[in-house]
């Protein structure tokens, strides 16, 4: 028989149920919703942290995914990690660079309604 929490769709580490709805969560998940919503997410019963009811399984270790037992599959995770910190780098220099344009073009914007109201005055 296989657990699979609710919310995440995955083997909880440490499942507990719901006695609203008779599902099972991983603890850590369910608290966390529970403390912003104090609702079963499945039928929006009210629930607290005190109801749930651990669930007592023999622990299971995680096999590695075949594709992470050879060097050559490591060093590909690796390239696809930081190929993906480098995307993400180059999107904030860009959101940077676009702000920092915004700032310019309101700083001018300004430098000019007070260079105007000096001329204004005088």
Known sequence: MSLICSL???VP????LSPASGCIY??????????ESPTDPINGQPLT?????D????PLSKPKPPSATSIPAILKMLQDEWD????????????LQTARQGVVYI???QYQVNLNQDNLIR
């Open 49 to 53: 942290e005190e109801q749930l009811i």
């Open 8 to 10: 995440s769709n995955e």
């Open 55 to 58: 669930v007592k399984v023999t």
């Open 84 to 95: 993906a910190c480098m995307l993400h780098s180059f999107t904030l220099r860009q959101q």
């Open 107 to 109: 700083i001018a914007k």
């Open 13 to 16: 580490e440490h499942p507990v």
């Open 26 to 35: 991983e603890k850590r998940l369910i608290i966390k919703y529970l403390h």
